[in-house]
């Protein structure tokens, strides 16, 4: 038995005899050209693939071939993904093929999210939607007792008058309220009057999760916020534009690969300043920079802007508008959360000189609405967000919309008699 992924080794990316490997069905197809090699290597057995399968993450840990990357596919998605996989295993002579997985698996980590899941042993506690290795399942372990507990980005405000977590506050123009689940923040802002339009608006938020940020930020001219931000958030113009930042000090990113990353990763020592408001996409690790002997080729450190937001109704969408309604989710650690079960997050690391936790009071949000373009000197109010800690999630099992697609896919393989 042998494991096959799509997206290791890096030779699948690389190599010329995979890139041009084409498959049955005439497709140019880098992972069948591999399964073909090792069938190859062992004519006389049986082998089978033990392990294959792509995660419905909301991050990613590493990029493959014709985008088979090791995350950030939707549950669709990863169905048909899985479903070609097991295809051109069937196809090069295979005696047979495992998905992984059955299930999701929220206590597992990966190496470019690991060292923010803090404390290691709670991570079980909590669905890290950005640890591609949690989310393989194609039956999803979903927040909340039943599915009538699930916050949904539907336009739909119903679900949110069901929470007996949410605060509530004023704002021009709109009511913003917060909740959460172990696995997401929610924000849900209702217009006054008037439906949301973002291509003449825009929406910002501030959060502070730990104290120390800046008031200012580069990226929001004229608006000062009561309560110093680690985090920024932006909609505007649709899926053109949306994106949630980190304050420079905060940024465990730059922090961790300035030194490594063979200059892809900028760094300023203004950066270390959280007061400067200088604020940097939020972005994981792919790749180190590697060099490629056969070839000569210098392949350079690859990283992912993971803070772009996506709007839509799909296992990735990050926000939805309908009429006056507006709801986003965020997954805890990309406000910082290590452990929101302890209401942990890291710490500002080049004060620290690591990564480590500390603990948060909570949440801090500062939204405001204002036309495009707008640089108008304004203060926007704050709305402190807490919530108890727990040592025992709430979950229920959902089947994926990638456990319907390989349902259907498998049914064209005989069964033997």
């Not at 049955?24 to 399968?53: C, Q, R, W």
């Not at 825009?202 to 580069?218: I, M």
């Not at 590697?290 to 080729?297: A, D, I, R, V, Y």
Request: with cysteine; glycine share 8%; charged share 20%.
């Amino acid at each position: 038995m042998l494991k096959g992924y799509p997206y290791y080794p890096d030779f699948l990316r690389f190599d010329p005899t995979y890139q041009n490997y084409k498959d049955a069905t005439g497709t140019v197809n880098p992972y069948a050209g591999y399964l073909h090699d090792l069938k190859k290597h062992s004519p006389d057995l049986p082998v089978m693939i033990a392990e294959f399968g792509v995660p419905s993450s909301r991050g990613m840990a590493h990029r493959g071939p014709l985008d088979r990357n090791q995350g950030m596919h939707t549950e669709e998605e990863q169905g048909k993904i899985d479903a070609d996989l097991q295809k051109s295993i069937y196809n090069e002579g295979f005696d047979g093929g495992f998905v992984f997985s059955w299930q999701d698996e929220w206590f597992k980590f990966t190496w470019n999210t690991m060292k923010l899941t803090l404390p290691r042993d709670r991570g079980a506690f909590w669905f890290n939607r950005l640890t591609n290795e949690a989310n393989f399942g194609v039956i999803g372990m979903v927040p909340g007792k039943t599915e009538d507990d699930v916050i949904k980005l539907d336009g739909n405000a119903a679900d949110w008058a069901k929470r007996t977590d949410k605060t509530t506050a004023s704002y021009p123009g709109f009511d913003l309220t917060l909740a959460h689940d172990e696995a997401y923040l929610y924000l849900l802002a209702q217009k006054k009057s008037g439906n949301w339009d973002f291509s003449k608006e825009t929406f910002t938020a501030g959060f502070d999760v730990l104290g120390g940020g800046s008031t200012t930020a580069d990226i929001a001219p004229g608006v000062t916020f009561k309560s110093p931000v680690e985090f920024l958030l932006q909609l505007k113009c649709d899926n053109d534009g949306s994106q949630l930042y980190v304050n420079s000090a905060y940024d465990q990113h730059t922090f961790q690969y300035r030194n490594s990353s063979g200059g892809a990763v900028p760094y300023d020592a203004s950066y270390q300043d959280a007061a400067l408001g200088k604020f940097l996409p939020w972005k994981l690790a792919l790749s180190y920079a590697l060099h490629l002997p056969q070839s000569g080729k210098d392949v350079p450190f690859e990283d992912l802007n993971v803070g772009i937001l996506k709007t839509g109704q799909n296992s990735l969408s990050d926000w939805y508008a309908s009429g006056n309604v507006l709801e986003i989710r965020i997954p805890w650690m990309m406000i910082g959360y290590t452990d929101p079960s302890s209401l942990q997050v890291w710490d500002y690391p080049y004060k620290a000189g690591k990564l480590q936790n500390v603990t948060s009071p909570g949440v801090t949000v500062e939204p405001l609405l204002r036309a495009n373009g707008d640089t108008a000197p304004v203060t926007v109010d704050s709305t402190a967000y807490t919530w108890a800690k727990w040592d025992v999630p709430t979950y229920h099992e959902q089947k994926k919309a990638s456990y319907y697609v390989l349902q259907n896919a498998f049914k064209q393989y005989k069964q033997p008699k």
